[in-house]
């Protein structure tokens, strides 16, 4: 005879005496007279006595098995015995002197860990890679290394990169200047080109007997010497000089051969015409006293006390 | 404080012996294992009830009803467990109008510290006899029996559910066989090791 199956929960608070006394009453009868229930009952409480003794058991369930289950000698023997069950099991499980149905008994896997030369293979395996873990971390350190030098050398480049960059940065702004200053030199010779070619013509319309000259100190850098063309019935030259910017009072001027340096022709002490800054002075000089060659004429500058210095030479070329 | 039943000046014969067998085993011949279930069950309710001499009581449960075998031949009201359960409900309140009950309860609280304190205490040699007796009797099981006990107890929570599904599968039976099986064993693994140790 067998009644409804009890939840095992019930089963524990019946154990624990936790029950309602009708409860307990009709479950004391199922104890003795049901024997589904009985195992049921008995399966039950030796997993309470396990769990107990696998500290499996939290709250009220455990402070009712203290008060009320341990209250009884024959219980407490029952967990006395669950210990030693508990020890013995364990002991059994991690024993090497298995029987050969145990053996069978247990998973593939622990067959396999528990065969001695599987075992000894498992430690040389273990072995080899207790070794192989070592050398990776002393290589992955070196390689840590070496990319920390690697980023080291790579920015030690790139700031002598930017150096190098601000260095052809500096000497491209250094180049354009001198190519603007070089700019502004053509310009002012294409000028003073110009303007020769106006004094050229004041010359030819002052006819043969007057040659007019004029020159700046800065054509003699430029390297385009002025040209004087005379022909027979030229008799004198005139000849207007730019100064740079001084402060001597008057000025003297001498014309020598540019070869040999004889002097052909000097002036007294003139005064200069304009500002102080844009300075002229215009000498005259007998156009026989020349030959085809070229010229030198030298500007001193005259102070209050008689003393002089050269302030300018201006070159020039005769053509017959 | 002694207890006294009335009825115990009857005193159990070979032959009331004999007839309790046969009718706790219902016309089959088990061996006398009817009886000792039924003194086991009768023995854990006695015990369930914190009564103080269980085994005592259960002897009164056994002899009243051998006497009303013999005295009646049979007894057709009941079933055999249910006839014993009746007879063992009314041995129990005996028993309660003859026991102080709150000195009852006292004492069963200081048994709940002097066993709190017996589980630390317990003497390192008792503990050794324990296992050795433990060792003893698992080793009297067959090796199949050995297996399921170890196996069947082995682990907590969620591993011990899984080790006792995978060892009924590895034994080709259920769940609920298994259970059976266990218990039994372990029943039988307690006894053993209770007599090792005579205790009973």
Not at chain 1, 20 to 49: C, G, H, K, Y
Request: charged fraction near 25%; include cysteine.
């Amino acid at each position: 005879m067998s009644g409804p199956e009890i939840d095992k929960h019930i089963l524990n608070q019946y154990l624990l005496g936790a029950l309602p006394d009708s409860e307990i009453e009709r479950l004391d009868e199922r104890s003795i007279t049901d024997d589904v229930f009985a195992a049921q009952l008995t399966d039950a409480e030796n997993d309470l006595v396990d769990g107990y003794v696998g500290d499996e058991l939290r709250g009220e369930t455990l402070d009712r098995f203290k008060s009320h289950y341990l209250s009884s000698q024959t219980r407490r023997n029952k967990v006395k015995f669950a210990m030693a069950l508990r020890e013995a099991a364990h002991s059994k499980r991690t024993s090497p002197a298995t029987t050969p149905n145990e053996t069978a008994q247990t998973g593939w896997l622990t067959k396999l860990f528990t065969k001695p030369v599987m075992q000894w293979g498992f430690a040389v395996a273990a072995l080899v890679l207790l070794v192989g873990a070592v050398l990776l971390v002393g290589q992955n350190f070196r390689l840590r290394r070496q990319i920390s030098q690697t980023q080291a050398s790579s920015d030690a480049a790139r700031q002598h990169e930017l150096e190098l960059k601000t260095q052809i940065e500096s000497q491209h702004a250094a180049n354009a200047k001198t190519e603007q200053e070089l700019a502004q030199l053509r310009a002012d010779r294409d000028r003073l080109d110009q303007e020769l070619q106006k004094d050229k013509g004041s010359q030819t319309s002052l006819g043969a007997a007057v040659a007019t000259l004029f020159l700046t100190p800065q054509l003699r850098s430029v390297g385009q010497v002025a040209t004087l063309s005379l022909v027979t019935a030229t008799r004198s030259v005139v000849v207007h000089l730019k100064l740079e910017p001084n402060d001597f009072p008057s000025y003297r001027v001498i014309l020598l051969v540019q070869t040999t340096h004889q002097n052909v022709w000097s002036s007294g002490n003139i005064k200069a015409k304009g500002t102080a800054d844009q300075k002229s002075l215009s000498v005259s000089f007998p156009a026989g006293s020349l030959k085809a060659q070229g010229y030198t004429l030298q500007v001193l500058g005259v102070s209050d006390n008689g003393s002089s210095e050269t302030v300018g030479e201006y070159y020039f070329r005769v053509m017959k | 404080m002694a207890i006294t039943y009335p009825k115990k000046e009857w005193t159990l014969s070979a032959s009331a012996f004999q007839r309790l067998l046969r009718w706790l085993d219902c016309g089959a011949d088990s061996g006398g294992e009817s009886y000792l279930v039924m003194r086991d069950r009768l023995l854990a309710y006695f015990d369930r009830k914190n009564c103080r001499a269980p085994d005592d009581l259960v002897d009164e449960t056994l002899n009243r009803v051998a006497r009303r075998l013999e005295e009646e031949n049979e007894i057709q009201s009941d079933t055999p467990a249910r006839y014993c359960y009746i007879t063992a409900r009314f041995v129990f309140m005996e028993y309660l109008r003859q026991t102080d009950r709150t000195e009852n309860a006292i004492e069963q609280m200081q048994l709940v510290h002097d066993y709190e304190k017996q589980l630390t205490d317990e003497a390192a040699a008792e503990k050794e006899d324990r296992y050795e007796c433990m060792e003893k009797c698992l080793q009297q099981l067959d090796s199949e029996n050995r297996q399921i006990i170890t196996g069947y107890y082995l682990g907590q929570a969620r591993t011990k559910i899984d080790n006792r599904r995978a060892l009924a599968q590895s034994l080709g039976i259920t769940i609920n066989a298994l259970t059976i099986r266990a218990c039994r064993i372990r029943s039988k693994l307690e006894k053993c090791t209770r007599e090792c140790l005579g205790d009973q």
